[in-house]
C-alpha cells in the first residue's frame, strides 16, 4: 500500500487507515486479529482508535494485539481524548487535566509508552482553546505522543487552533484534522479543507463510504446483520436514506457497474484521492469487509467518473 505524509510533517502513513470504533463491542477479538492481520499484510500502517470506543475496550483490544501480530514500529497508533462517559451520559471535556488523564488512561490500555498521532476529538466551548491546545504540548515534550492534531472541527476551529500553535515558537503544529468526508458529506470542502491545506494539516477522513450507504446494501431496505438495523447504529446512519442519498448511490452504483468496479470501491477511491486527503478511515466489522475495502489499492477513478460524481454529490 502506498504512503503518504500526514500533512507537511514527518509522519508517514498508509493511504487508508485501520478504524477500530466496533472493536471490543460488535467486533470480538476473532475479528479484530483477522483483521489486523489482513491490514498488515496489505501494507496497512495507520490504526486509529479513540478513549470514547467502546468505552476503552477498543484501546485494550489493540494494546492485546500489537506486539503479537505485529511489531510496535509496524504500526502508527492514532487515538484520540476528550469525550467519555458520565453514568449512561455522554460526555466532551477537552480540559487539560482531563486531556491528559485520558491519555495516560489510553497508553496504559494500548501497552505503549507513546502514540503517534494523538488528537482532540471534538471542540468544546468550555475549555479555552489555549488550555486545550496546551494538553497536546505537553504530550508531545513529555514523549507521551509524537504528533499530534483535532477532530470534527469546523473551519474557524481548524484555523483558529492550527493559527494558536504556529503563533510561537516551540508549540507543536497540529498535523491533522479527522473529520467526516464522502460523496454524501462534503460540506468540509467549503472552509475545513482550505483552512487545513493552508495549515499544512492532512485529512484523515471518517466514514469515507457514507456510514455504509454508498455500498448499496441499503438500496432495497435496511438488511438485518447491518449496522443500520441495530439500535446503536439507526440513527447514525439514517439521515443518509433520503432522497438525496439515494441519488447519491444510485450514481455511485451505476458508475461501479459501467467499470466492472463495487460501489465499495467507487465512493472510497473517489474519497482517498481527493486534493489534501491523507488516509480515509475504514470501519469494517469483519474481515471479509475490510479486504473488500483493501482491494482498491491499484485503481483509480477515470477523470469523467469523477466530474459526473462531483455535480451529482454537490452540496
Known sequence: MQQRTVGRTGLRVSRLGLGTMTWGRDTDEHEARDQLVAFHEAGGTLVDTAASYSDGASEALIGS?????????????????????????????????????????????????????WQVHVWTDEAPIEETLAALDHAVTSGRASYVGVSNYTGWQTAQAATWQRAVPGRTPLASTQVEYSLLK???????????????MGILPWSPLGRGVLTGKYRSGTPQDSRGASNHFAGFVNPYLDERGRGITEAVCRAAEGLGWTPLQVALVWVRDRVGV??????????????????????????????????????
Open 65 to 117: 494485539l500489537v506486539g503479537d501480530v505485529l511489531r510496535r514500529d509496524e504500526v502508527v497508533i492514532a487515538t484520540k481524548a476528550g469525550v467519555g462517559r458520565r453514568g449512561n451520559e455522554r460526555v466532551a471535556d477537552t480540559s487539560r487535566g482531563t486531556l491528559l488523564t485520558n491519555l495516560d488512561e489510553s497508553l496504559r490500555r494500548l501497552r505503549v509508552d507513546h502514540v503517534d498521532l
Open 278 to 315: 491523507t488516509a480515509p478511515i475504514i470501519g469494517a466489522r469483519t474481515a471479509a469487509q475490510l479486504t473488500a475495502a483493501l482491494s482498491v489499492e491499484e485503481l483509480t477513478l477515470p477523470p469523467e467518473i469523477t466530474a459526473a460524481l462531483d455535480d451529482v454529490s454537490a452540496e
Open 186 to 200: 462534503r460540506s468540509i470542502e467549503a472552509e475545513v479543507l482550505p483552512a487545513a491545506r493552508a495549515m499544512g
